[in-house]
């Protein structure tokens, strides 16, 4: 699995990590959102157990294995000038166009036990 990621999308997102170390994390989030899920970016601070890594031209994202049927083989990562969130793509089809990063580093819940939506 890959992603190519943009180069505004590069600038976000090294940004969003500021001076802490952190992994970037695909999640696909149907917790509490009152629709069929978001995908969202998450921060944390360590892979969990089972999570395994997309490769990117920046650094590698993690994703739980559970949740890979959601996501294509060959994705981009991009962003656009005057809007906050990323964009989610494939050759054959849009995954999200309103992606948001979540920092979760130093959060004491588990993602399993979240009952709100990840992004506000």
């Known amino acids: 699995m890959k992603i190519q990621i943009g180069s505004l999308a590069k600038e976000r997102l090294v940004e969003s990590l500021g001076n802490r170390p952190g992994f970037f994390k695909l999640f696909y989030d149907t917790e509490g959102c009152g629709c069929n899920g978001v995908i969202v970016i998450l921060i944390t ?19 739980d294995p559970k949740q890979q049927h959601n996501l ?18 494939s050759d054959s089809n849009l995954l999200s166009s309103n992606i948001r990063i979540r920092d979760i580093r130093g959060d004491n819940h588990t993602l ?9």
């Open 45 to 63: 601070d360590k892979p969990d157990q089972f999570d395994i890594e997309i490769e990117t031209n920046l650094v590698p994202f993690l994703v």
């Open 112 to 120: 399993n036990d979240t009952t709100e939506c990840l992004i506000k």
């Open 72 to 89: 294509d083989e060959t994705m981009r990562l991009e962003a656009e000038e005057n809007y906050p969130a990323f964009k989610l793509s």
